[in-house]
């Protein structure tokens, strides 16, 4: 056989690949001993053998039977019965956990015999025609994609006409009516009977999970979250245990500490009398796990102890899905945790404090991409404000937006580029697209654990659920609350850390954490008054980074082109700045400057003009190096070309144009527009720029080469401590490096002579063509250290122009596959990351103490830098504000 099944009591929690998160996570509880349903899961290789070949693989069909038939012997009932019955949910459950995006089925089992069995062997015949109309609902809805809506306006209809609002008050003979009425809606819809026999019911639904992998919105949360396309899912075979069977059963969903503060205790909801999605879906309002406790002491104790062994044993925040049968506890699901950016950090030091995990552990539980978030601003407590509900704080942030009440006008209202918050009474998972297009997320109904809340805690998007005193009308495209009308368009705001909602725009204030990071432990500490909350986090956060710097091999610069940016990125920790643009310095008023280099004639004339430049270069150098005084300073040398300076081709020439009509002429526009028109290149990032503007335009590069000598005397005079590297862009053959190596080296000497001071400044190179990581041997002999260009390195090799293919393919290049992030966003690591290795291995060999080191984009993206760290760099520079982010994940690729 196969192997395509395993009994819960054959896996274990590391078999994710195989069996999902759901299935793995089961069998580790099984092997606990806690109180887990007996069942099986069909292995996802089962699920890509289906999606690859249309049928389900023969073996498989065997293999069920096998296992339905140990369980029907392990519990001594039968699928199908007429006197005992056994049921069994099916519930998909890929690796990664994609929150309700494959629907379980509940039930599976029930037909018009078996329902009487199971009304005798309860003793109940309410819940048996309530488990029954339950799978028809579900299956109908699910396996066989009838509207959702036709079943639950038939029971609303059941329940208007006892005049009842819950379902739990409908009698045995309503339910056995409303059975009835779905079979018909079934019959009506599909063509098709309800199918009565429970093995077609089991095979249909298990095709059905393996194909609601490849749903759109399945596949819209994986683009999103980045999960490969091909994992496919597991199926997991549970026999049922019953949370509707009366006041004494129920079912509930729980944390073993708080989801968004990591405060630890015991959170969650229960309702009574219900079954599977109820407690997410806000049918009924729920309970608080204290009032379970008064309920049923007894199940909820085993509830505690069941939540304390799986902390101990994973020894991380876990959340559960759990049912009470007539008194007896049963666990249906568990897994680690997802939670808030700011309960990421705090669980992690409380686990560490707990001596659960070690730091080295703490670290490894925090990504960058969290930190990031809380580095957001936040709304202002000072502000005038209009608060029209209170609801729960699911997802942290401040989000202000234009409400709107529909997934489609969400993401229509994005697209047009307007920040959209969504507004729903709850939401589904029909609901995503929305979703993802808002700045945040409010629903009137459901708890911390509904679809709503949870989906957006997994988006990271900012999300307050339950605001109970707003009435959402979507029909009419308008909420009311505290005694205001918001109609569609109007703003709000929501504040997803306390659960305000406020009418209009609110404005919003930095995080301490970005307090923290720019100013310090003590001053963010000082700032946060007696919000322990607050301080709670930022000590959270300075122990993680503060290990994070303790470990991390690779150091963090900053790209950096002011000595204001450098002012920041000092303050926040950066080691050196790895990347300044020259060409910012070129802007603005001295714009006009390089117009008049480019239309000098005379080799006298272009000399005057770089003469006029010189001082105002020397000067933003020296204020540079003084911000950056002890810290390496890597000064990049001109590189775009050199028409990027000149006003637009299309308006010059409109102008001249016009002017000429009129009989005028002006002399300088004339000659502008000739130069442009020579200048024009049909694919500019190829052209003439980089080193080689150095070596056709003379005196362009001794400028710059210069003002930096000239800034380090001066620096150096004055008592400083500037350390000046020199790097040359686009560099694709040594020759070129060696010509501008050799000027360099003369004009340094020179300017040491000149100032009486002996200027060490080392000449390195960029390395962001395949030709320099192929020669990089022979590079390395001119070049004291190296800094891949990994924007440019990604455009040759990939042969991508940036700008042309970002927004204009990506998107279909990553449905078809081709794709799974952009290479811009996150180095390619085997293409791209193959011509590294390669430029890392061959520049050592010659020179085993050269510095290497990144400043593209990359440097700041969180994958990129593992891979940098693996890679063998010396150093990641990018923006100021990921340097933090930057710090904790290369302590994070050290651990
Ligand atoms: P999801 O992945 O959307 O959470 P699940 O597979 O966990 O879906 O199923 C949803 C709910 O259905 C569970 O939380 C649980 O309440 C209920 N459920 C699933 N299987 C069983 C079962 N064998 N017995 C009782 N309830 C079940
Ligand atoms: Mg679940
Ligand atoms: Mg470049």
Not at 4 to 22: E, P, Q, R, T
Not at 425 to 446: H, K, Q, W, Y
Not at 608 to 618: E, M
């Amino acid at each position: 056989m196969a192997g395509y099944v395993y009994d819960f009591s054959a896996g274990n929690k590391d078999m994710k690949d195989l069996l999902g998160g759901k299935g793995a996570n089961l069998a580790e509880m099984t092997n606990l001993g806690l109180p887990v349903p007996p069942g099986f899961t069909i292995t996802t290789e089962a699920c890509r053998s289906y999606l690859a070949s249309g049928d389900v693989p023969p073996e498989l069909r065997v293999e069920v039977t096998m296992a339905v038939r140990r369980l029907e012997d392990a519990l001594g009932r039968r699928l199908g019965d007429f006197h005992e019955p056994l049921l069994v949910s099916v519930r998909s459950g890929a690796k990664f956990s994609m929150p309700g995006m494959m629907d379980t089925v509940l039930n599976i089992g029930l037909n018009d015999a078996s329902v009487q069995g199971l009304a005798q062997y309860s003793d109940d015949e309410r819940f048996a025609w309530d488990s029954y109309r339950r799978l028809i609902q579900m299956f109908g809805k699910t396996v066989l994609g009838i509207d959702g809506d036709l079943f639950a306006d038939a029971l609303d209809k059941a329940k208007a006409a006892r005049g009842v609002t819950s379902d739990v008050d409908l009698s045995a003979s309503d339910l056995q009516t409303l059975v009835a009425q779905f079979k018909a809606i079934v019959l009506d819809v599909s063509g098709r009977e309800f199918p009565q026999h429970p093995r077609e019911q089991l095979d249909l639904a298990i095709v059905s999970v393996f194909e609601s992998w490849n749903t759109d919105r399945a596949k819209m949360y994986r683009r999103r979250e980045r999960i490969p396309n091909d994992l496919g899912t597991a199926v997991n075979v549970m026999s049922m245990v019953f949370g509707n069977l009366g006041a004494t059963s129920g079912t509930g969903v729980c944390f073993t500490r708080d989801p968004s503060t990591g405060v630890a205790g015991v959170y969650g909801d229960y309702l009574s009398n219900a079954q599977g999605e109820d407690v997410v879906a806000g049918i009924r309002n729920t309970l608080t796990l204290a009032d379970f406790e008064e309920l049923d002491p007894a199940a909820y104790a085993d509830l505690t102890l069941a939540m304390r062994r799986l902390e101990t044993h994973y020894r991380d925040l876990c959340d559960i899905e759990f049912t009470v049968e007539r008194g007896k506890l049963w666990m249906l699901q568990t897994r680690v945790g997802k939670r808030t950016a700011a309960a990421a950090f705090r669980i992690a030091t409380q686990l560490v404090d707990e001596h659960l995990i070690t730091m080295d552990e703490a670290l490894e539980r925090v990504t960058g991409a969290q930190l990031s978030k809380l580095m957001f601003p936040q709304f202002d407590f000072r502000s005038e404000k209009v608060l029209l509900a209170n609801g729960m704080a699911a997802s942290p942030g401040a989000a202000v937006g234009a409400a709107v009440f529909d997934s489609v006008t969400a993401q229509k209202w994005k697209a047009e580029g307007k920040d959209v918050i969504l507004v729903r009474r709850e939401t589904n998972p029909d609901d995503l697209g929305g979703m993802i297009a808002s700045v945040g997320v409010l629903t009137s109904r459901g708890g911390k654990t509904s679809h709503a809340a949870v989906v957006a805690r997994g988006m990271g998007t900012t999300c307050v659920v339950g605001a109970d005193d707003i009435v959402v009308n979507a029909v009419e495209r308008v909420f009311t609350a505290g005694g205001h009308m918001v109609a569609e368009g109007d703003t709000i705001a929501i504040d997803g850390s306390t659960g305000e909602v406020f009418l209009g725009d609110v404005a919003v204030v930095p995080s301490p954490v970005a307090h923290y990071l720019e100013h310090g432990l003590e001053a963010a500490i000082d700032a946060a008054g007696d919000d322990s909350e607050i301080i709670d986090l930022v000590e959270a956060v300075d122990r993680i980074l503060t290990h994070a710097d303790s470990v991390r091999r690779l150091h963090v610069h900053a790209n950096a082109d002011t000595a204001e940016d450098a002012r920041r990125a000092r303050s926040l920790n950066a080691q050196g700045i790895g990347l300044c643009r020259t060409e910012h310095m070129f802007l603005g008023d001295r714009r006009v400057m390089i117009e008049r280099v480019i239309l000098a004639v005379e080799p006298a004339e272009k000399q005057a003009a770089f003469d006029a430049l010189l001082p105002l270069q020397r000067a933003d150098f020296t204020e540079l190096l003084e911000v950056m005084d002890g810290l390496p300073t890597t000064i990049r040398l001109i590189d775009p070309p050199l028409h990027e300076f000149l006003p637009d081709h299309t308006d010059l020439a409109v102008k001249v144009a016009l002017a000429q009509a009129r009989g005028e002429a002006d002399e300088h526009d004339l000659a502008l527009l000739a130069a442009v028109q020579r200048m024009r290149e049909a694919n500019p990032m190829l052209g003439l720029r980089g080193v080689r503007l150095g070596l056709v335009i003379p005196g362009l590069f001794a400028l710059q080469i210069r003002a930096v000598a000239e800034a380090v005397a001066a620096r150096l005079l004055a008592g400083g401590d500037p350390h000046a590297e020199i790097m040359v862009p686009l560099v694709a053959s040594v020759m070129e490096l060696h010509l501008v190596r050799d000027q360099a080296l003369e004009i340094i000497r020179e300017v040491g002579e000149e100032a009486g001071v002996t200027l060490h400044i080392p000449v390195g190179t960029m390395i962001e063509l395949p030709r320099a990581c192929l020669t990089a041997d022979r590079i390395a002999e001119a070049a004291e250290f190296f800094s891949f260009g990994t924007n440019d390195l990604t455009q040759t090799t990939w042969g991508f122009s940036r700008d042309d293919v970002e927004g204009a393919f990506f998107d279909e290049y990553t449905s078809l596959g081709v794709l799974a992030v952009s290479p811009f966003e996150s180095v390619d690591t085997r293409g791209v990351g193959r011509l590294i290795r390669i430029a890392v291995e061959e520049g050592r060999k010659v020179r085993p103490e050269l510095m290497i080191g990144v400043c593209g984009e990359h440097g700041g993206d969180p994958e990129s830098i593992h891979f940098f760290h693996e890679a063998g760099l010396d150093y990641v520079s990018c923006s100021p504000f990921r340097v933090p982010i930057a710090r904790l994940e290369a302590g994070r690729a050290q651990v």
